[in-house]
Structures are given as C-alpha cells and as structure tokens.
C-alpha cells in the first residue's frame, strides 16, 4: 500500500469537498505559517483573513482589529460563554486566544475566501464545528530545514528549543488528519498553491 493510500485510510473525516466555507491552514511550529499568510494579505486582496481576539496585551506596531482584537479577560470569557468562538485556547500559560465565528460566517456568506490560519489544537477545534471546512498542512521541505528555520529564530534558549523541536516532531505527526498538504519551500509557491485550492473548494454559503 503507497503512503497516499494509507493517508486516504487514516483521513475518514475528509470526504470530498467542493463546496467547503472556508479554509484552515495550519502546521508545526517553525514552519512559517504567519509569513505564508502575510505574502497572501499582501498580494490577494480576494482572500479574507480570520483575525484573532486575544486578551493579552498589543505589541509596538500591532493595530487593533488588523493584527489581532485585543479584548478584556472579561469579554473573552463571556464570548466563550456565548459560544462565539469557532475554537480558542490559552497559550503558554498565560494570554486567551481565539477566532471568533460571526466574522468568518459573514465572510463566507459574501463569497469571500476565508482562511484561518491557526495552531494544530484550533484547527482540530474547528474541525468538530466545521467539518465541512478544508483543511491545508503546511510541512517544511525536510526536518533539517525546520530546525534550521526554528534555531535561526534566535529567540529561544537550548532548552525551550528542545521543547519546541518535540513539540515539532508531534506536529508533523498530525499530517494525515488534513485534507491536503502544501510544502513551504517557497513562500510565493507555497501561497499561490494555497490560494489555488482556496479557489477550488471555497464557495460561498447562504
């Protein structure tokens, strides 16, 4: 049996859509998920961005509302409440994050091309809300070019890059449950592919 077959056999969720909401893209850490969607925002004016709601603090540059709603603990809770959010966790411990709905349904609904692009834990949150929804995985080319994009970050000392190199290789290990898989040699690439398969499978909703 090839490695699509036994792909095809571990993905039961991932029928054939042609008519899915929106697009999830998603992937290790590392492999440059966030600049992917900036060559995007930038040149395909088409395609909708999720923008976040966070209740941790803005940083120098960041916009509300363009980089991320940054919100009250307060608010974030009761939009929890509310059932407002497609998927949300707590990151390192410390600050809420989430996509809220109502946004991402109204973009679909005008024939937009949704994309949130969001951590593995959220999409498989979206995943059992939006199973119709198409699931993307960027990969990096090799494991040595992810290490080589994680350690050349210079943010993290030995130790958390450890932890993060782990956290990487269970990552990867996630490939099977997407629909399809996109590898980020090339940025332009890789983002042509991924607005090309938005085109293809994006449709609008009423």
Known sequence: MTSDQDS???RPANAAKDCAPLVVLA???????GTVSAYIREHYPEVWLSVSATTRAARP???DGKHYHFISQERFDQMVADGEFLEHAIVHGRASYGTPR???TAAAREGKLPLLEI????ARQVREQLPEAFFVFLEPPSWDELVRRLVGRG???PAERE???ATARRELAAKPEFDTTIVNDDVQRAAE???HLMQQHICATS
């Open 8 to 10: 095809q056999q571990e």
């Open 193 to 195: 592919e991924l607005v």
């Open 102 to 104: 109502g946004p991402v």
């Open 163 to 165: 932890v993060r190199l």
């Open 155 to 157: 943010t993290e000392g």
């Open 119 to 122: 951590d593995l834990q959220g």
């Open 27 to 33: 992937g290790p850490t590392a492999v440059g998920k």
């Open 61 to 63: 540059g960041e916009v």
